[in-house]
């Protein structure tokens, strides 16, 4: 039975929210097991942030397409798949759920709920780094739903899992992460003056994928 779009969208802001307290929460325990290391800490935060998005798109993927990711969703909107009200609910919906999930992470290390981050994030290679992240995301999941579908959950998990180590901004790739991380002035922090710059590369590269998509899998 389809899904109704109450479900759908609380399937996105339940999903995106448990997202960002894996993302935010295990750099927060990165930066406290890590001792400094720059290095282990960065793998520490990786592995739980591919783990969880293979767990959420197996879990909440039948329900609502499990996009937790703006970009995601205009893609999907852009090919069709979507009717421009469901895209700016789920687009909502993913804003409020990473907001409410770094909050959640905020609360279980017992750090101030609201804070700014100041770790600076900006610059060409970041941004071509931002853009190259999301065109290979958006990327991974066209191809896989064109002609395996089922292997979706486990290619975002791994893609995302690699890029955090391949892309020099660690690979957000995903516009309502980067809302929710400039809340956050802890490890995975982005400074409230880089979003903008980060969103629009991540949309440069969402449009990219879709187009060539488009020409790689017709049907």
């Known amino acids: 039975m389809k899904s109704s779009l109450a479900q759908r969208t609380a399937a996105e802001c339940l999903g995106t929210a448990f997202l ?27 592995l739980p942030t591919g783990a969880i998005l293979t767990v959420l798109i197996l879990t909440l993927g039948p329900i609502s397409g499990a996009h937790f990711n703006p970009a995601v969703s205009l893609a999907a909107a852009l090919r069709g798949e979507m009717t421009a009200n469901s895209t700016v609910i789920y687009i909502g919906a993913q804003l409020i759920g990473g907001i409410l999930g770094v909050w959640a992470a905020h609360l279980m290390f017992e750090l101030p709920l609201w804070q ?14 931002e853009a190259i992240a999301t065109f290979g995301l958006l990327l991974a999941i066209l ?12 290619a ?3 893609y995302i899992t690699s890029a955090y180590w391949f892309t020099a901004s660690t690979s ?24 903008v710059a980060f969103v629009a590369a991540q949309l440069v590269g969402m449009l990219g994928a879709v187009a060539l998509g488009r020409w790689f899998w017709r049907d």
């Open 156 to 158: 975002v998990g791994l």
């Open 116 to 129: 700014i981050s100041v770790t600076t994030r900006t610059g060409p290679g970041q941004w071509l780094a």
């Open 143 to 154: 191809g896989c739903s064109a002609r395996s579908p089922t292997a979706v959950p486990y």
């Open 172 to 195: 957000f790739a995903n516009p309502a992460v980067t809302v929710a991380r400039a809340l956050s002035d802890t490890f995975t922090g982005i400074a409230p003056a880089g979003v």
């Open 20 to 46: 960002l307290a894996a993302v935010v929460g295990s750099g927060i325990m990165a930066a406290k097991l890590a001792g400094g290391n720059g290095a282990l800490a960065l793998l520490c935060n990786t």
